[in-house]
């Protein structure tokens, strides 16, 4: 066969990619939910995708041996009881528990012990071996170590992105803001704008009068939501305080969160210090196929005050069954808020959101304008498209040597 030839027989074939990350289903949360709808994407375009995954209590394992996940034993990480600490042993042996299978290349979905292993396994078999980078963690890690000082871990949090993503072949980042801010961090390596799309799936709707229903609240209410990990770092405390000062004019406002995390001892007391309990549901982690559509579909308006996100990708969600957003424009959210097409862009002091919100609240027909443009505007993210991209980046990494720089990154579209 002619070198032509061969060169088309690889560029056709069926691409096998090793997927290694901290995290993983059962835990739900950005990345978990990113590596699954790639995952689905990939998948059609004949991408087989193995996951390198921490062991989680009560794991079905014959559901894992379907799905193509590897589990390795794993711990809980101190004060973060959500998720797992893979073992140093069982991930240095990896490649050894892994030498039967045939991988092109090796994405890499978390910054911490899937880092190092996934890298040391790519270039132990000399295959590419790229990294999403999903967290800021410059603005996330004083959150959860405050005996050391902001600045120090910060600085510590910028050295450790940049050593990272300089020993990779490519980078994926979710947004344009977050791919600049790695440029500042002096990160070398190409960085791919690739953001999370929705599936199909995103876009049905729940039924809202049932959850009102199943959670006591009056179909007069009018509902703030804020759905995600109630974590100190998604500034919900900021949503409690614009709820105090916003109930003053709207008496039966009520804000419900939905989501589970280490922060929702400190929101409770909150709540109770700032005399609203009665204007809060706490109603935990939902399932999406059922509980959460109903949540989204009985909230008159999505709220969101994180700073953090290097995406935002819950807000799409929000806006696929029609919910209007009003969420402070910070860093990755920015690129879905400020197109404004079914979002407000909010300020960022408590009092000047609460009156963002009362202001849309007694506007029902803008309302439903933004429910309308949310939607076709969330259509934009589709998730075949950006898995596509994703299976492009693939075979232009297998191009090169592993090692080398791989092509110029594309600019982001949708």
């Not at 590419?128 to 949090?157: D, V």
């Not at 729940?206 to 703030?224: D, L, S, T, Y």
């Not at 849309?360 to 993210?381: C, H, N, T, Y």
């Amino acid at each position: 066969m002619s070198i032509e030839g061969i060169a088309a027989v690889r560029e056709n074939r069926r691409l096998h990619v090793l997927m290694v990350s901290d995290v993983c289903s059962p835990r739900i949360n950005g990345v978990s939910t990113s590596i699954q709808t790639f995952r689905t994407a990939l998948a059609h375009l004949g991408v087989r995708v193995t996951i390198v995954a921490p062991d989680y209590p009560g794991i079905d394992r014959k559901a894992d041996a379907v799905e193509d996940i590897v589990r390795l034993p794993s711990r809980a990480v101190p004060f973060d009881p959500e998720d797992r600490l893979m073992h140093w042993r069982s991930l240095a042996v990896l490649d050894r528990r892994l030498a039967s299978a045939d991988f092109d290349l090796v994405h890499v979905q978390t910054p911490f012990a899937a880092h190092y292993a996934g890298l040391r396994l790519a270039r132990a078999r000399g295959i590419p071996c790229l990294a999403t980078y999903h967290t800021h963690f410059e603005e996330y890690l004083s959150h959860y170590i405050r005996f050391l000082p902001g600045s120090a871990l910060r600085a510590a949090a910028r050295g450790l992105a940049r050593h990272q993503c300089n020993a990779l072949d490519a980078v994926v980042v979710p947004s344009q803001p977050m791919a600049a801010t790695l440029r500042r961090y002096g990160v070398e390596a190409p960085l791919h704008v690739i953001p999370t799309g929705l599936p199909e799936s995103q876009f049905v709707p729940g039924n809202g009068r049932r959850f009102r229903q199943a959670w006591g609240i009056a179909p007069e209410r009018k509902v703030a939501l804020f759905v995600g990990r109630a974590a100190f770092e998604k500034n919900i405390g900021f949503l409690l305080e614009m709820i105090a000062l916003a109930r003053r004019q709207q008496p039966q406002l009520m804000l419900v969160i939905a989501g589970e995390g280490p922060a929702l001892p400190a929101l409770h007391r909150q709540a109770e210090t700032l005399q609203i309990s009665s204007h809060v549901r706490f109603v935990g982690y939902l399932p999406r196929e059922s509980g959460l559509r109903d949540c989204y579909a009985a909230a008159d308006v999505f709220t969101f005050a994180s700073r953090t996100e290097t995406q935002g990708l819950v807000l799409l969600e929000a806006m696929a069954i029609g919910l209007p957003v009003l969420a402070i424009p910070a860093l990755g959210a920015a690129e879905i808020i400020l197109p404004r097409r079914g979002t407000v862009a909010a300020a960022d002091t408590p009092h000047e959101f609460a009156a963002q919100l009362v202001t849309l609240l007694d506007r029902p027909a803008k309302l439903a304008a933004m429910a309308d443009q949310a939607v076709a505007f969330a259509r934009e993210w589709d998730a075949a498209t950006q898995g596509a991209r994703l299976a492009t980046l693939y075979r232009d990494l297998m191009r090169a040597p592993a090692g080398a720089a791989c092509t110029p990154p594309l600019p982001a579209s949708r």
